[in-house]
């Protein structure tokens, strides 16, 4: 077996390409089972030199997808990830996508999720990024931000790009990512922000997760993020509303993107870790006193306020409570008043009583004094 598998490498690089296109096919299956994983894991250094090579140069044949395919299946393995980046799979990869995403969709699809597993890993992040060549810096993800927002489909299966959104949250979980993501001149997170309607769920998902990522910037950044407010906001704010029609009164102390949309029913947004990560944006935001203040100039409060009675998940309650604590710091009961009206009156009485005993207790420590 040990002797035919070596055989099977070889026959990677063939001369003949129906051989190589033949290989590639036997290896793609193998990569696609635990043990054909293990086994060519232990002879990395003859495969993923070899694939890759055939990545480049098997032009519009099916050999190429079917390397890509394998690649994706083998960098799932951190370790495996980093040797191919220091093989130059990263400069590779967007180099295919490039030339042959109009022509073969489902290559470049195939290389968009292998750049997800080689941006799990540090050196991949950097390559793709571009760190330490200031010239290009930031042209890959420029690239990349380009197609994906171009390519929006509402079927999931057709989305070439729609991976894309999971890089986006690897590439700004680093403060490089995040610099290039929010640099103004770029425009890139505007174009970002607008995908967040997207009916894609992992589209959807990674857009949060990336503008939750940059919010941790909201100490330094914050203009840069206050400046795009007129998409920001809403992109937050709505999957957080909840279902419900917002009164006249409420909508006519919001701007128009949010007054709008929520003059109508809408479908809830599902996903728990969406609501949750666009919480926790507004959080890092509203801890900012710029960032309060603009959020209180959309009447983010009472969408909060009405998003929470609709709430059942108890970590996005949390999440919801957090900011109650930051947009009302001085009013324990206001905010208890807002954001626990569905709590019963039983747990309302308790934290009353406690806030109560809290406060009789310092009072006696200050007579003590």
């Not at 043990?35 to 060519?40: C, I, S, V």
């Not at 799979?89 to 590779?92: F, K, P, S, T």
């Not at 998902?205 to 939750?212: C, E, F, P, S």
């Not at 009353?352 to 005993?357: C, D, F, G, L």
């Given at each position: 077996?040990?002797d ?5 490498i070889?026959?990677?690089?063939d001369a003949n ?7 590639v ?5 193998l990569t696609g089972?635990e ?6 894991t232990?002879?990395?250094g003859?495969?993923?030199p070899?694939?890759?090579r055939?990545l ?5 044949s099916g050999a190429?997808?079917?390397?890509a395919?394998s690649?994706v299946n083998?960098s799932?393995?951190a370790?495996?990830?980093a040797?191919l980046?220091a093989?130059g799979?990263?400069?590779?990869a ?10 073969q ?5 195939s290389?968009v ?10 050196s ?8 330490g060549d ?10 990349l ?5 171009r ?7 057709q ?5 894309v959104?999971?890089i986006?949250?690897?590439i ?12 103004p001149?770029r425009?890139?997170?505007k ?5 967040i ?5 992992l589209?959807k ?8 990522n940059?919010?941790?910037?909201a100490?330094?950044?914050l203009?840069?993020l206050?400046s795009?407010?007129?998409?920001l ?12 029609i ?6 006519s102390?919001m701007?128009l993107e949010?007054?709008?949309?929520l003059?109508?029913?809408?479908e809830?947004?599902e996903?728990s870790?969406i609501?949750?990560q666009?919480l926790e944006?507004i959080?890092m935001?509203?801890?900012q006193d710029d960032?309060r203040?603009s959020?209180?100039s959309?009447?983010g409060?009472?969408i ?13 309650m ?8 930051l ?14 009206p569905?709590?019963t009156?039983i747990?309302i009485?308790i934290y ?6 809290i406060?009789v207790?310092?009072?006696?420590r200050i007579e003590?004094?």
């Open positions: 077996m040990a035919e598998l070596d055989e099977l070889g026959f990677l690089s390409p129906q051989v190589r296109s033949a290989a096919d036997i290896v793609r299956g089972g043990d054909g994983l293990r086994a060519l232990a002879r990395a003859r495969a993923l070899a694939l890759l055939l480049a140069s098997a032009g519009g190429g997808e079917a390397a395919d690649l083998l799932q393995d370790a495996l990830a040797r980046v093989l799979a990263v400069d590779a967007m180099d295919v996508v490039a030339k042959r995403a109009g022509e969709p489902a290559l470049a699809r290389l999720m292998l750049l997800v597993n080689l941006t799990h890993v540090e991949g992040v950097a390559a793709l990024l571009q760190v200031e010239k290009v810096q930031g042209l890959y993800v420029a690239k931000v380009r197609s994906f927002c390519s929006s489909s509402d079927s999931e299966e989305d070439t790009f729609e991976y959104a999971s986006l949250v690897n700004s979980k680093v403060e490089a990512g995040r610099r290039i993501l929010m640099e001149k425009g890139l997170l174009q970002i922000i607008r995908q309607d997207s009916t894609n769920q589209r998902k990674g857009i949060a997760g990336t503008i939750r940059c919010c941790f910037e100490d330094t950044q203009q840069n206050l795009l407010a007129e998409y906001w809403p992109a937050l704010l709505l999957p957080v509303a909840g279902k419900k917002y009164s006249e009164e409420d909508r102390k701007p949010l007054s709008s949309a003059s109508h029913e809408r809830a947004v996903d870790e609501r949750q666009t944006a959080y935001i509203v801890l960032g203040r959020f209180w959309v009447n409060p009472r909060l306020q009405v998003g929470y009675e609709d709430e059942e998940d108890p970590k996005v949390e999440a919801y409570e957090l900011i109650g604590s947009v009302y710091p001085l009013n324990f009961l206001v905010f208890l008043w807002l954001f626990l569905c709590v009156y747990y009485y009353i009583y406690i806030y109560i005993y406060m207790l310092i009072h006696k003590f004094l």
